[in-house]
C-alpha cells in the first residue's frame, strides 16, 4: 500500500516562464557581453549548457553548484576570462534568482492543487525530491510558497542541498530516510525515464511516469 507519494518538481508540478529565460539572457547580453552576441543567441547556449549539466550531475550522481554553472557559462560568453567571471557570477546567480522570483513559475496544470489536496484527504503523505540546476533548492522553497503548494508537503529534497542527484540510490535514500517507510510504501512521480523512473525503480520504490501534462488525480489514484 502507497503511503507516501514524493514528486520531481520539473514537468511534474510546475513549468518554467518563458519571461524568466528571456530577462536573464537580455541581462546577460547588456552586462557581461564583450562580442555583443544576441540575447536570444545567449538563451539558446544557456540552455543548451543546462542540459550538459544535467547530464554530468545524472552520470557523477552530484551536482555542480549553480554559481559554479554560472561562472562556466560567462567563461564561454567573455572569452574564458576566468578572473573576471568569477568575480561576477555570485552577482548573476543573484541577479537571475530575483528575476526567477519576478517571472516565477506556473503550475503545470490546473489539477495540481486539486491533486495534493486529495491526496492529502486520503492520508497521503507528501514530499518533493527534484534534481536542481540554474535554481536551487531555496528559491524554489519561495516559488512554491508563492504558487500556494508549499504547505502539502511534509519535506522537500533538492540535490543541491544533499549534494547528490537522481538517479543515485543516494538520493532516494534521503527520501526513504525523512519518509521513514520502506521503499514498497514510497510512489516516486516524475517525467523523466532514467532519473524519475527507473532511478525509483532500481532502489526499490514504487514509480509513476508522467507522460502527459495534463495529467489528473486519476492517474494518480491507479497506482495507489
Known amino acids: 500500500m502507497i503511503t ?5 518538481l520539473w514537468l511534474t508540478l510546475i513549468c518554467s516562464n518563458p519571461l524568466f529565460r528571456k530577462k536573464r539572457a537580455e541581462f546577460i547580453a547588456e552586462t557581461y557581453n564583450p562580442e555583443n552576441r544576441d540575447a536570444s543567441e545567449i538563451e539558446r547556449f544557456i540552455k543548451e549548457r543546462d542540459k550538459v549539466f544535467d547530464r554530468y550531475n545524472e552520470m557523477n550522481g552530484t551536482k ?25 557570477a555570485g552577482r548573476l546567480m543573484k541577479v537571475s534568482n530575483e528575476l526567477f522570483m519576478e517571472y516565477s513559475p506556473h503550475l503545470l496544470n ?15 503523505t507528501l514530499s518533493i525530491g527534484s534534481n536542481t540546476g540554474f535554481v536551487e533548492g531555496d528559491v524554489l522553497r519561495k516559488a512554491l510558497k508563492k504558487l ?3 504547505h502539502y508537503f511534509s519535506f522537500l529534497v533538492f540535490s543541491d542541498e544533499i549534494k547528490t542527484s537522481k538517479p543515485a540510490s543516494s538520493f532516494f535514500r534521503h527520501i526513504a530516510n525523512q519518509a521513514n517507510l520502506p521503499q514498497s ?20 520504490f514504487n514509480a509513476l511516469l508522467i ?11 491507479i497506482q495507489l
Open 64 to 88: 555542480l553548484p549553480a554559481e559554479e554553472m554560472y561562472r562556466q557559462v560567462l567563461g564561454k560568453i567573455k572569452g574564458n576570462d576566468c578572473r573576471a567571471t568569477s568575480e561576477n
Open 148 to 150: 500556494n503548494i508549499l
Open 4 to 8: 507516501h507519494i514524493s514528486f520531481d
Open 185 to 204: 510504501r514510497i510512489l516516486h512521480v516524475g517525467d523523466n525515464p532514467k532519473t524519475d523512473y527507473q532511478g525509483a525503480i532500481s532502489f526499490g
Open 110 to 124: 490546473n489539477h495540481i492543487p486539486h491533486i495534493l489536496e486529495e491526496l492529502k484527504s486520503r492520508g497521503v
Open 211 to 221: 507522460t502527459n501534462p495534463n495529467y489528473s488525480i486519476d492517474d494518480i489514484r
